[in-house]
C-alpha cells in the first residue's frame, strides 16, 4: 500500500481517537489541576452589592456587562470557597478551580436570573453547589467530584437549568428539596450513591443524561415528588444489586415522553413489556428504548482511548520523519 496512504489512515485514525476521547464523559476525564493561567486566591464572601463593587470585578454588574470570578485557584482549609448571599448585580462565576472543606459555591437569597455558574472544578468538600432561596440560574459545564454530600444541591428554588455538569463520586449527584420548575439535562453522573434524589420538589424534567454506575438508585423521587418528567435517559448499571435503576414514590411522575412516547433505556431491560419503577407509585416507563440515546464513551475505556491515540500519533510522526529521511537520502546520492 502506497506510504501516503497508510499515514493518512494512521492520521485520520488517531484525530478520531483523540475527539471520542474529548468529547465523551470518561472515568477519569477530569482531576484537579492548578492551572498556570489561574490565580491562586483566598476565599470570596459576598453579602451584598456593596461587596461586589469594592472587590474590583471586571463587567459592570448588568445583564450585558456581569462581573466576572474567573480562573480562581481557592484550595484549603476553608468552610466556603465563593459564597453571594443578598446581590441583585449580574455575576458570572466561570472557570475556577475550588478544593475547600464545607461548600465551594454558595448562592443564597440572590435575585431571580442574576448569577451564572459555569465551567468550574470543583472536589472534595461536603457540598459542591449551593442554590437556596436562588431562581433563574443557570449551572452549566462543571465538573464536581468526591463530595461527602452532595454534588448540586437546590432547595426552595425555581426556574433552574442544570446542564452539561459531570458529577461523579457524592453521596446525592444532585439533590432537590422545595422546588419547582428545575431542566435537568445532558448531565453525566456516574459513581455517586445516588444520582438525583428529588423531594417535595415538581415539574422537574431530567431529559438527555447519562446515569451509570450509580451504587444506588439513579433516580429517587421521594416524597411530594410530583408532576415530573424523565425521558431520553441512559441508564446503565446502576442498582446493579436490584431488579429497578429508579425508584418513585412521589405522584403523577411520567417516565417517557408523552409526544413521541419514547422513554428511557434502561440496560438491564429484558427487551418485552413495561419497564418496572421500584417504590410505592407503581410507576413503570410505558416506553423503554432498545438502544442508548446517546453514544456514550464507557468509563473504563478512557485510558485504552488514549494510549491508542497516543500510538496512533507517534507511528505518524515516524512515519513522516522516515519519509523525509528517505527523500533526503535520494536527493544526496544523486
Not at 506510504?3 to 477530569?30: A, G, H, Q
Not at 466561570?94 to 431571580?112: G, L, Y
Amino acid at each position: 500500500m502506497n506510504r501516503k496512504v497508510v499515514t493518512l489512515i494512521i492520521l485520520l485514525f488517531s484525530i478520531n481517537m483523540f475527539i471520542s476521547v474529548k468529547l465523551c464523559y470518561t472515568e477519569d476525564s477530569f482531576r484537579f489541576v492548578h492551572s498556570k493561567n489561574m490565580l491562586q486566591h483566598e476565599p470570596i464572601i459576598i453579602t451584598s452589592d456593596d461587596d461586589l463593587i469594592h472587590l474590583d470585578l471586571p463587567g459592570s454588574g448588568t445583564e450585558e456587562d456581569p462581573y466576572v470570578i474567573s480562573n480562581l485557584y481557592i484550595k484549603g482549609n476553608y468552610q466556603v470557597g465563593i459564597s453571594i448571599t443578598n446581590t441583585t448585580k449580574y455575576l458570572l462565576i466561570i472557570n475556577c478551580s475550588i478544593d475547600v472543606m464545607t461548600q465551594a459555591i454558595e448562592c443564597i437569597n440572590v435575585a431571580p436570573n442574576t448569577v451564572a455558574i459555569k465551567n468550574n472544578t470543583i472536589i472534595n468538600a461536603e457540598l459542591g453547589i449551593l442554590l437556596f432561596h436562588t431562581n433563574s440560574t443557570h449551572i452549566t459545564g462543571n465538573n464536581l467530584d468526591g463530595f461527602t454530600n452532595v454534588g448540586i444541591f437546590v432547595c426552595s428554588s425555581s426556574n433552574l437549568t442544570l446542564e452539561n455538569n459531570d458529577i461523579r463520586n457524592c453521596s446525592n449527584g444532585i439533590e432537590l428539596m422545595y422546588s419547582s420548575n428545575i431542566d435537568i439535562k445532558n448531565n453525566a453522573i456516574y459513581h455517586n450513591d445516588y444520582g438525583v434524589v428529588v423531594s417535595y420538589t415538581s415539574l422537574v424534567n431530567i431529559t438527555l443524561n447519562l446515569f451509570q454506575k450509580n451504587s444506588n438508585y439513579a433516580i429517587r423521587l421521594d416524597n411530594h415528588a410530583n408532576d415530573n418528567i424523565i425521558y431520553y435517559n441512559d441508564f446503565i448499571e446502576n442498582n446493579i444489586e436490584k431488579p429497578s435503576q429508579a425508584y418513585d414514590d412521589g405522584y403523577n411522575n411520567t417516565w417517557y415522553n408523552l409526544i413521541s412516547y419514547e422513554g428511557n433505556y434502561w440496560s438491564n431491560w429484558v427487551g418485552i413489556n413495561v419497564y418496572p419503577i421500584a417504590g410505592s407509585a407503581n410507576a413503570v416507563d410505558n416506553h423503554p428504548l432498545n438502544k442508548p440515546v446517546h453514544e456514550w464513551l464507557n468509563v473504563k475505556t478512557f485510558g485504552s482511548s488514549w494510549c491508542f491515540a497516543f500510538i496512533g500519533l507517534s507511528l505518524t510522526v515516524y512515519t513522516i520523519i522516515k519519509t523525509r529521511k528517505k527523500k533526503l537520502f535520494t536527493v544526496t546520492k544523486q
